[in-house]
């Protein structure tokens, strides 16, 4: 896919072209080629969750109130109980363009690590997806050109922030730019290294502090 560079917008497909007066680019961490600006300030990796079988009353006494979880490990681990009583459990970050062959023994490790005592619980569902990261842990969120408009880089914070990006996004498009204009003027470095090297810069940082939560 590609953008025009006039005004109206036109987005340019394999199967087809759109005209637009307003287009939102909001790929977050799909967005390789397409704006290459925005792109140079977030940096894709690759995330997974498991949830196990129901566990009962052994749920309860892992989390006796019920409450979602964080670690403070750089690399993060992050769970919750489901309705339905199973651990819902993310953790392990990778960068390849591939997915890991069993997403659920690549998050069984991680689970381990925080509640060994699960080893022979059974695994009913694993899943995963590409997230992006800023260097602030805050939106990229700008006005790239008359017309054009992205927001991406949520860190891991997504099923908010991104609401609320769309929302203030769609207040700049009906002519409103208050606060879409605050949040774009948040700070937003790139990523050291440029095009060729901020992908293995990030791989080595992550391998570092990844090694550090491990001390």
């Given at each position: 896919m590609s953008l025009s560079a006039g005004q109206p917008v036109r987005v340019m497909t394999d199967t087809g072209t759109i005209t637009a007066d307003s287009v939102v680019v909001a790929v977050?961490?799909?967005?390789s080629g397409l704006l290459p600006d925005t792109e140079a300030r977030v940096m894709p990796i690759h995330n997974y969750i498991l949830a196990t079988e129901p566990l009962g009353d052994?749920?309860?006494?892992?989390?006796?109130g019920g409450e979602a979880i964080a670690d403070s490990r750089f690399v993060v681990h992050y769970w919750r109980p489901s309705a339905d009583g199973r651990l819902i459990f993310g953790g392990g970050e990778s960068y390849a363009r591939h997915f890991p062959s069993d997403l659920a023994g690549f998050v069984r490790r991680h689970m381990?690590?925080?509640y060994p005592?699960?080893?022979?619980?059974?695994?009913?569902?694993?899943?995963?997806?590409?997230?992006?990261?800023?260097?602030?842990?805050?939106p990229v969120m700008r006005?790239?050109?008359a017309g054009v408009y992205t927001s991406g880089g949520y860190t891991g914070q997504g099923v908010a922030i991104a609401v609320l990006a769309g929302k203030l996004i769609g207040e700049a498009i009906a002519g409103d730019r208050g606060r879409f204009d605050l949040y774009a003027k948040l700070p937003?470095?790139?990523?050291?290294g440029g095009k060729w090297l901020r992908y293995p810069t990030l791989v080595l940082a992550m391998a570092w502090y990844g090694l550090l939560d491990r001390l």
């Open positions: 977050n961490g799909y967005t052994h749920l309860h006494r892992l989390i006796p381990l690590s925080v005592d699960l080893g022979d619980v059974a695994i009913d569902y694993a899943w995963g997806g590409t997230l992006a990261l800023s260097r602030t842990k805050m006005r790239v050109r937003a470095p790139k990523f050291p």
